[in-house]
């Protein structure tokens, strides 16, 4: 049934073209390209940020800021369908060394006593589609406009997953879901931390999270992540 319900949510986001022309005031190309214009495509990008239809059952929902650029989602979808099987997935999934996977995968163990991994979370992004070029970084992106365009279907994944915890990874995917939601947030991310470390949303919580490699003590990002469990393992 989720399965399904997702598939709709593919079809209405392949639509949507809110931030294929996308331009800064200074005339800058900030557009981006949309991933879900075919299905073949998006649902074979082997990768923990795009293992949606493996996760759909999770208690945790991750939501990150952006996917980064198109050209990697392109280069695994190509290493994936020479080779279409589960067996293959789950081994681009794993070669998959990022620092961010890294860390997120260290912090969601040590908090958990090992109990949990990335494995059992799902994963998404606050802006769903894709950055033009080869940079994770860089200013080729209205990260506002975009997280707002996105926010409804954000919402849908949300109401699809239904999930117990939601962590957000730095100060966008927080800054969606106080639009989504209607709730007020201090104006950096740790000003959030420190007075709202841990958000009541009708039958959820949201942990604001730094991101996992920002220049923050491991023991202070450590702290967040243990308030998870009180809300996962009984």
């Excluded at 331009?23 to 990008?45: A, H, P, R, V, W």
């Amino acid at each position: 049934m989720k399965n399904q319900v997702f598939d709709e949510l593919i079809n209405s986001m392949s639509n949507c073209s809110k931030c294929t022309s996308l331009k800064k005031k200074n005339g800058k190309d900030c557009s981006l390209i949309n991933i879900y214009q075919t299905q073949e495509f998006c649902k074979n990008i082997p990768s923990i940020w795009t293992d949606w239809y493996n996760r759909l059952d999770s208690k945790i929902m991750i939501i990150g800021q952006d996917w980064g650029p198109y050209n990697d989602m392109r280069q695994l979808n190509e290493q994936y369908i020479n080779n279409p099987d589960r067996e293959n997935w789950k081994y681009l999934v794993e070669q998959e060394k990022s620092n961010t996977k890294k860390l997120l995968n260290y912090y969601i163990r040590e908090s958990s006593e090992n109990k949990y991994s990335l494995d059992d979370m799902f994963i998404t992004n606050a802006i769903m589609c894709a950055r033009k070029g080869n940079n994770y970084r860089g200013n080729n992106i209205d990260l506002k406009k975009s997280t707002n365009n996105c926010s409804k279907y954000l919402l849908k994944q949300i109401n699809i997953v239904k999930p117990k915890v939601i962590l957000t990874l730095g100060y966008y995917p927080l800054l969606s879901l106080s639009k989504i939601y209607s709730f007020n947030i201090e104006k950096t991310l740790k000003d959030v931390i420190n007075n709202s470390p841990e958000i009541m949303i009708n039958d959820f919580i949201i942990i604001p999270l730094y991101h996992p490699v920002a220049q923050i003590k491991k023991s202070e990002q450590l702290k967040q992540y243990k308030r998870i469990w009180k809300y996962i393992i009984q």
